[in-house]
Each structure stands twice: as structure tokens, then as C-alpha cells.
């Protein structure tokens, strides 16, 4: 058992702002971007971030009271501060850091590739907080991020093969 328990509430937080994160990741790429058709593409990847988020907060609004109730006392409301950060610190999706080390010169191969390495971080990211949430908490529920994400990274590496072949 770890010092703190999620509720599954508190991880579909975290799940909402890591796809607001990868939608900023798309969007900085695009912008970066000279050719017309590059850019689009990279729009329509972050429109399928933002629609993973209303995904996430659909699923989030189906939790019971007891996937959504605080496990810890907060007056402050300082956990969704630190659920933020953790969100941008994992290392996965939409990581700030890597955004920010965008050029411009990277190629649609490289964007995707490192965008598929990304997604599969975040995996990882939600495979270890599952153990963190009890199953009275809604641990089961995490299972459906996990689901999404590896649709999503499915999905990607069709992209990356295709992006391969015109490079």
C-alpha cells in the first residue's frame, strides 16, 4: 500500500490534463511547421487530443461518490496543484519539455515517432498509478485510460509507417 491512495477521479484529472498537454504538444509542432500539409495533419492529431479529454471527463462524470471522494484531508485544495504537476512530469505525452526542444526542423517521422514514445510513457505512467488506487476507489476505472491510450498509440504508429514511407 502506498502513503497515498488515488481515487479514480484524481487519476482521470491527470488523465485530462496530460491530453490537454499532447494537444499543446500537436499544436506547437504545427506551428513550426512550413508545408500546408504537415501542419494540418499535425492540427488534426491535436483535435484527436482534445477529444481524448472530453473522453476522459465523459468517463470521469460516470464515477461513483466513491471513485470521486478525496482520500485526504485538503482545505487548501493543493492536490489538483500537485495532480497538475505530476501530469507534467511524468515524461509522457505531451511532455513540456520536449515541446519546447521543437526546432522546426524536425519531419513528421521524427514528430510521430517521438510521439508514439510519449504515449507509450504515459502507458507506463497510468500501468504504476493503478496500483496506486484501491479497488473501493475505482481502480478498475483505470483500465479504461490504459485502453484509450493504447488505441491511441495503435493509431500513431499507422501514422509513423506512413510518415516513414513519404520520408
Known amino acids: 500500500m502506498?502513503?497515498?491512495?488515488?481515487?479514480a477521479a484524481e487519476v482521470f484529472d491527470m488523465a485530462i490534463k496530460?491530453?490537454?498537454n499532447g494537444a499543446k504538444f500537436y499544436r506547437r509542432a504545427a506551428e513550426l511547421q512550413?508545408?500546408?500539409a504537415d501542419k494540418e495533419f499535425l492540427e488534426?492529431?491535436?483535435?484527436?487530443?482534445?477529444?481524448?479529454?472530453?473522453?476522459?471527463?465523459?468517463?470521469k462524470a460516470t464515477l461513483s461518490d466513491a471513485e470521486s471522494k478525496g482520500t485526504v484531508f485538503d482545505p487548501k485544495e493543493e492536490l489538483s496543484?500537485?495532480?497538475?504537476?505530476?501530469?507534467?512530469a511524468h515524461g509522457g505525452e505531451g511532455d513540456p519539455d520536449v515541446v519546447e526542444s521543437f526546432s522546426?526542423?524536425?519531419?513528421?517521422?521524427?514528430?510521430?515517432?517521438?510521439?508514439?514514445g510519449l504515449e507509450k510513457e504515459s502507458i507506463l505512467f497510468y500501468v504504476?498509478?493503478?496500483?496506486?488506487?484501491p479497488p473501493k476507489f475505482g481502480q478498475d476505472k483505470i483500465d479504461?485510460?490504459?485502453k484509450e491510450e493504447t488505441q491511441h498509440v495503435a493509431q500513431l504508429k499507422g501514422f509513423l509507417k506512413k510518415a516513414e514511407k513519404l520520408a
Do not use: P, Q, W
Open 81 to 88: 496543484l500537485y495532480l497538475n504537476a505530476m501530469a507534467d
Open 18 to 20: 496530460i491530453e490537454e
Open 104 to 116: 522546426g526542423k524536425e519531419s513528421m517521422a521524427e514528430i510521430v515517432a517521438i510521439a508514439v
Open 34 to 36: 512550413k508545408d500546408a
Open 128 to 133: 504504476g498509478i493503478k496500483d496506486m488506487v
Open 144 to 146: 479504461t485510460i490504459i
Open 2 to 7: 502506498s502513503a497515498y491512495d488515488f481515487n
Open 44 to 59: 488534426t492529431l491535436a483535435k484527436m487530443e482534445d477529444r481524448h479529454k472530453a473522453t476522459f471527463e465523459e468517463m
